[in-house]
Each structure stands twice: as structure tokens, then as C-alpha cells.
Antibody, heavy 118, light 106 residues
């Protein structure tokens, strides 16, 4: 079975940094696009970033460009999101998900909560 | 940017009802649309992709239709397990979710 397990969330002050991780198992990680999607408390889903199988192509939502970096380690079946210059509006549950052909998201982790507050 | 507008935002229904949720795109997205179900405290679950292709394991009471800018998700014979929030998502030009439709018990 496909399994995605996020970690690395927590409380961070505005302007701080955090790195999220997603450990993948149950499928050939290196053959799939991967994505991060977030959900602010009580709000809807927001796509954050995508990365191609070999890391050669990355896309970001405008609100995180220049602050967040998505990357992956195929040897370790892991996806990451480096988040810098965090703002209160980045507070959300962050999900990693497998992207079919980079299009839609067929498997999701349980999410990790990031809270940006002083 | 492509905007996705879902309606209604909340829908009250009873077990056995047929319910329809609409999703409109701000420009044509051909058939590049997916539907997800999310229950409180849980990750979203993919129901439908390519506007009308049912994901494996999803009950056949769920169906999707549409192309271009207007899409619908229909749940026939609503079951207790179907009370949840539903999101559409376009993947024609980057990736955008609708704001969600909460299906609640009448």
C-alpha cells in the first residue's frame, strides 16, 4: 500500500524557518511527481508546490515563491519542503501527496501542522 | 490564474437523496478536473479525475461530468458515509482547488 508520512511541523515565530519531510513507501517514489498541499485552520485546500520525478522541474504558488523550496531525495524515498521567512498566513496543515503525471493527487499523507506565531 | 468556483458552499440533504455539486472554472480547463472528499481531521481522498473517471474503489453512486468551464459531481442515493466536504481541483494550468462544498445532514 502507498504510504506517505509527513513530519517536521511545529510552532515557529514569524520570520523563522522550518523544514517538512515526507517519507514515502509502497511505490516507486522516483517515478512520480510529488506535491505539497496546505489547509489553513477551518479553510479549504491550497496547492503549494510540485516537483518532477528527477527534481528538474518545480512549481510554486505565488504566495510562497522565493520563500519555500521543494526538493526530494529519491535514494531515500523522501520529499521535503524548506520554508523560510514564515508568516502568520502560512499557518496550516501541510499534506504531501503523490501526483499522477503531475496532474491530480491520488495518495495523501496524514498532514503535519505548522503554526507561525509569536 | 484559473479560479474555481464551487456551489453551493453548503448543502443539506438526507440519506437516499441525490445531490449535485457544481464547479465552474474561470477559463476552459478541458477535462482537467478532479474531485476530492474530505472528512474532518482527515486527508482528502481522490474520487474522480479527468472530470468523469471514477477512482478505483470509489462507489459507483459517485459520478462526474462536464468539460470546458462547467463541471458537476453527483452523488446518487446519499449514504451516511458521504457527509463530508467536497473539493474540485483543476490541473490544466497549474493547480487550483475550489473553496469546497460541505454536505451536511438535513
Amino acid at each position: 500500500d502507498v504510504q506517505l508520512v509527513e513530519s517536521g511541523g511545529g510552532l515557529v515565530q514569524p520570520g523563522g524557518s522550518l523544514r517538512l519531510s515526507c517519507a514515502a513507501s509502497g511505490f516507486t517514489f522516483s517515478k512520480f511527481w510529488m506535491t505539497w498541499v496546505r489547509q489553513a485552520p477551518g479553510k479549504g485546500l491550497e496547492w503549494v508546490a510540485n516537483i518532477k520525478q528527477d527534481g528538474s522541474e518545480k512549481h510554486y504558488v505565488d504566495s510562497v515563491k522565493g520563500r519555500f523550496t521543494i526538493f526530494r531525495d529519491n535514494a531515500k524515498n523522501s520529499l521535503f519542503l524548506q520554508m523560510n521567512s514564515l508568516r502568520a498566513e502560512d499557518t496550516a496543515v501541510y499534506y504531501c501527496a503523490r501526483a499522477i503525471l503531475g496532474w491530480y493527487f491520488d495518495s495523501w499523507g496524514q498532514g503535519t501542522l505548522v503554526t507561525v506565531s509569536s | 490564474d484559473i479560479q474555481m468556483t464551487q456551489s453551493p458552499s453548503t448543502l443539506s440533504a438526507s440519506v437516499g437523496d441525490r445531490v449535485t455539486i457544481t464547479c465552474r472554472a474561470s477559463q476552459s480547463i478541458t477535462s482537467s478536473l478532479a474531485w476530492y472528499q474530505q472528512k474532518p481531521g482527515k486527508a482528502p481522498k481522490l474520487l474522480i479525475h479527468r472530470a468523469s473517471s471514477l477512482e478505483r474503489g470509489v462507489p459507483s453512486r459517485f459520478s462526474g461530468s462536464g468539460s470546458g468551464t462547467e463541471f458537476t459531481l453527483t452523488i446518487s442515493n446519499l449514504q451516511p458515509d458521504d457527509f463530508a466536504t467536497y473539493y474540485c481541483q483543476q490541473y490544466n494550468n497549474y493547480w487550483t482547488f475550489g473553496h469546497g462544498t460541505k454536505v451536511e445532514i438535513k
